[in-house]
Antibody, heavy 127, light 113 residues
Framework: QVQLQGSGPGLVKPSQTLSLTCTVS??????????WTWVRQPAGQGLEWIGR???????NYRPSLRSRVKISVDTSKNQISLELSSVTAADTAVYYC???????????????????WGQGTTVTVSS | DIVMTQSPDSLAVSLGERATISCKSS????????????LAWYQQKPGQPPKLIIY???TRDSGVPDRFIGSGSGTDFTLTINSLQAEDVAVYFC?????????FGQGTKLHIK
């Protein structure tokens, strides 16, 4: 059973860099065709897709965050990392890591949804 | 960005009755090469992460009860929950995976009347 466990500081000062890690268990992050994704949710609000990284290292980021965000993979630790620089109070949220999965149809692989989610890491930006 | 708009924002339904949630996208999310709509539905209960219930607009994820039914194509989609159970109380989100950045609807809060 695949499980994702996020971790990282719960409190970050304004202008500093938020760094979170998502540890994957039950499978290798390099096996299969998946995207490993970060999504955030401010308290009482909706879901915001931050970005993703494929098992081959390709990344896609939300344009409004692209200048501040970096998603990377550490295959030796089976972890995905999120870095968000120059944070402000607007970055306060629960941060989720998730696996985007897909399937093969006629020799082409299609991704379709995020089927496994971590429990979420609450991050507050405050001095 | 593709804008996803859900209605209503909040919905009260009696136990055993039907709940219907609408989701509209600002552009079509029908992927022509596989004739699939890149539209998923998630259920989120308080203090928990979202849970995938429907993908490709109408395919239930493994283990999801058959009272959850997804329908629609192009820009208009519906999540129907038949015979509402107490454990279905949650916020429901639609999400498009047609184009990055992926976007979600604002959510519909479902509770018992």
């Amino acid at each position: 059973q695949v499980q994702l466990q996020g971790s990282g500081p719960g409190l970050v000062k304004p202008s500093q860099t938020l760094s979170l890690t998502c540890t994957v268990s039950g499978t290798s992050i390099t096996s299969g065709l998946y995207y490993w994704t970060w999504v955030r949710q401010p308290a009482g609000q909706g879901l915001e897709w931050i970005g993703r990284i494929s098992t081959t290292g390709d990344t896609n980021y939300r344009p409004s965050l692209r200048s501040r965000v970096k998603i990377s993979v550490d295959t030796s630790k089976n972890q995905i990392s999120l870095e968000l620089s120059s944070v402000t109070a607007a970055d306060t949220a629960v941060y989720y890591c998730a696996r985007e999965t897909g399937t093969w149809i006629l020799n082409y692989h299609y991704y379709y949804a995020m089927d496994v989610w971590g429990q979420g890491t609450t991050v507050t930006v405050s001095s | 960005d593709i804008v996803m708009t859900q209605s209503p924002d909040s919905l009260a339904v009696s136990l055993g009755e039907r709940a219907t949630i609408s989701c509209k996208s600002s552009q079509s999310v029908l992927y022509n090469s596989n004739n699939k709509n890149d539209l998923a539905w998630y259920q989120q209960k308080p203090g928990q992460p979202p849970k995938l219930i429907i993908y490709w607009a109408s395919t239930r994820d493994s283990g999801v009860p058959d009272r959850f039914i997804g329908s629609g194509s192009g820009t208009d989609f519906t999540l129907t929950i038949n015979s509402l159970q107490a454990e279905d109380v949650a916020v429901y989100f639609c999400q498009q995976s047609y184009r990055t950045p992926y976007t979600f609807g604002q959510g519909t809060k479902l509770h018992i009347k």
